[in-house]
């Protein structure tokens, strides 16, 4: 059994891990932080886990940490994953951060969108960017995963297959990408008050969403020219799942049913990709609870531009669910393992 | 493996059936029949199982049913179990009924509130009522069980314990229920249109509905004497969950703490039941997606009444969760097999 | 033209009673005060607001409140609004109060239920209870008006009319209300975050809201006899709205047409009054941004008992709405003046 | 007073305009007609209007609706409103209609995209395409008057002052639309469903919207050159309200203020037009009820694009108030009669 570490058990990301782990065959519990509910049961922050598991929130200690897991997911503010892992790495033990930490190959990037000062730019550089359907080997042998965010999941599955197959101008993609509030986390603000939330769409962060450049990083590394990209994250009533909608003009006439064939291609063996059938579009709810992307493309003649369009439930394929993907590859496990459950609808 | 057929998959406890099937480790999916979309891939109806299943849906043919089946679930309205039942159960295979149609053990009741006449009262009596938490050693034994309806599954486990414990007074029990739309089904009707229903609490089948008696039935089976309740359904601007508020006068002052006692002593060893601690109240949200139960209660010295709360999934304990838990024990199965899933939340 | 204060118009009552008195014809916003947002626009504090009003958020100063208003409501969480009144009354201005410092006729309940100490019982005597469809004479000649809370406003409108016309058993009243999240105000709390609260009905406060004692005042006055009540909210995932479901033995065979005659007569000329004819329920959306209420009966002759159904928006007449029709009494003028507009649907 | 007819009363356009009208101080109802509900009350049919009409809806004839009316508003299903039109209009009344029948001055357009022949392209070339804010002085000596579709409102108010000031690049324009659920009106559908909407989001006729042939219609105009766009709807879970997301490449470099300072001087005067100040983002809420549109913009200079966004009431601005405003116009109103209410928030 792989013994388990997570710290920021507290939050959404958190608690979908603990959701997810709770069943996987492989792998057990066996140390979970926070800083705000330490010394309670998980069970009195998450009603829904009660007689699930009566684990006690404890308060994070790295040598302890580390002595008592295999591989150990952060889930943290941007900027605290550091020191964890500095931690646990040393120690021999792999480490899965769900946020922002690692994931940027240059730290300059890092510094200049997030405002504060990368203190390992040794460790993001070694991290793997934790996206399997596009960097599987590496993640293998890795010590250190950057868990992508939730919009680059989305966003990147749709745009890469078309990019690599050259298909579509790489200086012409716009990203409109359509939130539920669980990506914002459990913490009070009023942008998260539900009267305040509830029958309202709104943009936020336009041209300036963190997630840009992680997006970026990995289009320029598809496209092998740089790559930047308009990309506005809005918030829409509901509480999990994102929907990106993609514009790019096409580099040639294609149609539809090409442009699905492109992405058919590319996933021609992926376990959790759906690649519709042409006149069916994704949805969000279609993919509520589970790790499965479903991806969608027209061809537009009268514009010349495709628009491609992906949804994942961002606490599942856009976080937790990724990561323990990835811990399943980490581990040499079928990638499937603990993760093969469907999806909740209605 | 045990075979599996369903009659009427297209709906949404059909669908939530086979979430639910494609997972469990006995059984397999044998047979799916539709009436309104034979002939379709279910993926094709239900694009949230598109690459999890690719049954396609059968037109129901009883003989061939039976045949590839060892036990059949109906999904169907009411009036319309009786001929697949009658054709199951001579071939000697199961057969558990989400619907109406075998719950009451006098057909009379059946057939004053469901206006139709009954076309098998024999089966009807014959018929176990498939609370496991109330019937589990009859369900083992049976070869027709009738699935409790959604209303009452929530009604009765939170309000038998205290009548059997002669806590409170039969004639004084009234239940009001919330209920999100999942409950009405998939069919079209302008009480379920988006528009209408969002933003919008009511009541509806004020004194009429046709759960009334069930719960009675149950009531007064656990009285010991006759029953009546006062029953109102809610509808409330969400998907799933039920959640019960059963007001009852106490015989005499008991603390909530004695409450929730006699509820802890009552489910002792049931899988699927919480009793939340003292202060902590149901709330839908926290049994979405799992066939958990969360009960809590309240004394009130004020009034001398106790409230009584009762919180489930309708699609799961409330409809299609409990049916495989009573395909469970009809095939000597332990009860949580495939059933052990952990709710979504948020 | 009266010209009108507001304290405390940074809330969401605040809010709506700015929306109101913008298009009252005899109404002008004279000086809004707030404490978080001294110094800014209303506008910047409400987007929905701009170009509709270029008022500044003031600090509260007593003396010249009352210097530049005829009349100043307080929307102030409870304990605050004694100096306000005091400050007001003595210069001779009407104050209506929508928080509950003085609901109660008898102080120490107030202390009881609000384990605070009153500072002004001879204020909370002399005050009116501001529900004109039963205290419209008194209202007009007030200088003090408590303006009744969102619950007991919809409880008292469905339940008065029966006790008074003694066809209901005081010793057996049963309220069950659902209600929308903004009645729980704009302040950040864990329990108004979209994502806990969105697919989510659950009740609070079971046994111990302090809208209980503020009903039985009311109800005990329409008995004649002392009335407890088991009052138990809900909150249900919308906005605005409260239905309350009111059960209630009866004390001689009625039927539901009957019921909804006594309403009729009861409510004969009142201009908010809607008594639905027999067979149409109340629902929250219909009265949605509206000073009107629903109001729905059926008479239960399996059980003996009445089930009274009440709609209200718990912003307008639950709140803002009911305080203006509040101050048109005072002012001499045509209740529904600034009032009359038609609820939002859907 | 002037005396209004409404053909098509029962749907939500239709209600919606009663509503409005109701308490327009210079119009009355004349004449109400619905196919679906003739001989019934409008009130039976929308509950909120109880009490507040007590207009019987009739089967619609021709004669008897221009001799009783000075204007009619068809809200009708496309292809529908031209013998309305011309009964009307022969008869020396005025017609604003709300659906498609009128907006395109090439009736050939209108039968590329509507699939149908056009009755009367005569009539298409003398509509005036009802937007004020582009076309008051057309509107004012009208007949007939083409009032937009939802989508163009919203987009056009947004692009147009930017196309005209020659800012963007017109081969460049993606717009990317939000719209609640009433838009697609109160029919039953799947995609209606309380059940399949909630907690989803989707686009749907990507590449092929009805609406995209009116919004390049307008924007060819404005820029005086031939302009196509991408135009892709979705629909998010909540009852009204668009949000539009236009992205257009700049001409020449350009700050946020700069765009806004465009925005601001098209619109100086406009009474229902709101620049919000820089940093402050339209979000759906802000508009509900109002027939106030909220625009914002700003300019990415990472890419050289700008972001434009448009907040209207779908039902109000995007049909029934901006048909009322152009009613006020043909009448020599102010703009704003009975159209000055405030939205309602949260």
Same mark, same amino acid.
Not at 32 to 45: C, D, E, I
Not at 307 to 334: C, E, R, T, W
């Given at each position: 059994m792989i013994r388990v570490g997570i710290v920021g058990a507290s939050g959404y990301t958190g608690a979908e891990l603990v959701r997810i782990l709770l069943r #996987?065959?492989? *792998?057990?519990?066996?140390v979970l932080t926070s800083r705000s509910y330490a010394g309670q049961q998980l069970s009195a922050v998450f009603p829904h886990l009660s007689g699930c598991t009566d684990r006690v929130l404890e308060v994070f200690d790295a040598a302890k940490m580390a002595a008592a897991c295999d591989v150990v997911f952060t889930a943290l503010? #941007?900027?605290? *994953?550091v020191p964890v892992a500095r931690a646990v790495l040393e120690r021999g033990k792999k480490l899965i951060d769900l946020g922002a930490d690692f994931r940027f190959r240059d730290a300059a990037v890092y510094e200049a969108w997030y405002k504060v000062k990368h203190e390992a730019p040794e460790l993001a550089r070694e991290a793997?960017?934790?996206?399997p359907e596009l960097y599987r080997d590496r993640v293998r042998g890795a010590a250190l995963v950057a868990n992508p965010g939730c919009y680059p999941t989305a966003s990147l599955l749709a745009t890469v297959p078309l990019l690599k197959a050259g298909v579509i101008d790489p200086a012409t993609i716009i990203i409109d990408a359509k939130s539920g509030l669980s990506g914002a986390g459990r913490k009070l603000d009023l942008r998260s008050h539900y009267a305040e939330v509830n029958e309202n769409v709104t943009a936020y962060n336009?041209?300036?969403?963190?997630?840009t450049p992680e997006i970026e990083q990995e289009l320029t590394a598809a496209a092998g020219t740089e790559v930047r990209v308009s990309f506005t994250p809005h918030l829409v009533p509901q509480t999990r799942g994102i929907l990106t909608t993609v514009y790019a003009t096409l580099r040639k006439e294609l149609t539809t049913g090409a442009l699905l064939d492109i992405y058919r291609e590319f996933y021609r063996d992926e376990p959790f990709i759906r690649v519709l059938p042409e006149g069916v579009l994704p949805r969000t709810k279609s993919v509520t609870g589970s790790n499965i992307v479903h991806l969608g493309a027209v061809a537009d003649p009268r514009t010349g531009r495709a628009v491609l369009l992906a949804a994942i439930d961002n606490l599942v394929k856009g976080a937790s669910g990724q990561a323990v993907q990835n811990m399943n590859l980490l581990f040499g496990l079928p990638e499937t393992t603990g993760l093969d459950f469907v999806g909740l609808y209605p």
């Amino acid at each position: 059994m792989i013994r388990v570490g997570i710290v920021g058990a507290s939050g959404y990301t958190g608690a979908e891990l603990v959701r997810i782990l709770l069943r #996987h065959p492989e *792998a057990e519990l066996a140390v979970l932080t926070s800083r705000s509910y330490a010394g309670q049961q998980l069970s009195a922050v998450f009603p829904h886990l009660s007689g699930c598991t009566d684990r006690v929130l404890e308060v994070f200690d790295a040598a302890k940490m580390a002595a008592a897991c295999d591989v150990v997911f952060t889930a943290l503010p #941007h900027g605290h *994953a550091v020191p964890v892992a500095r931690a646990v790495l040393e120690r021999g033990k792999k480490l899965i951060d769900l946020g922002a930490d690692f994931r940027f190959r240059d730290a300059a990037v890092y510094e200049a969108w997030y405002k504060v000062k990368h203190e390992a730019p040794e460790l993001a550089r070694e991290a793997v960017y934790g996206l399997p359907e596009l960097y599987r080997d590496r993640v293998r042998g890795a010590a250190l995963v950057a868990n992508p965010g939730c919009y680059p999941t989305a966003s990147l599955l749709a745009t890469v297959p078309l990019l690599k197959a050259g298909v579509i101008d790489p200086a012409t993609i716009i990203i409109d990408a359509k939130s539920g509030l669980s990506g914002a986390g459990r913490k009070l603000d009023l942008r998260s008050h539900y009267a305040e939330v509830n029958e309202n769409v709104t943009a936020y962060n336009v041209g300036i969403h963190r997630h840009t450049p992680e997006i970026e990083q990995e289009l320029t590394a598809a496209a092998g020219t740089e790559v930047r990209v308009s990309f506005t994250p809005h918030l829409v009533p509901q509480t999990r799942g994102i929907l990106t909608t993609v514009y790019a003009t096409l580099r040639k006439e294609l149609t539809t049913g090409a442009l699905l064939d492109i992405y058919r291609e590319f996933y021609r063996d992926e376990p959790f990709i759906r690649v519709l059938p042409e006149g069916v579009l994704p949805r969000t709810k279609s993919v509520t609870g589970s790790n499965i992307v479903h991806l969608g493309a027209v061809a537009d003649p009268r514009t010349g531009r495709a628009v491609l369009l992906a949804a994942i439930d961002n606490l599942v394929k856009g976080a937790s669910g990724q990561a323990v993907q990835n811990m399943n590859l980490l581990f040499g496990l079928p990638e499937t393992t603990g993760l093969d459950f469907v999806g909740l609808y209605p």
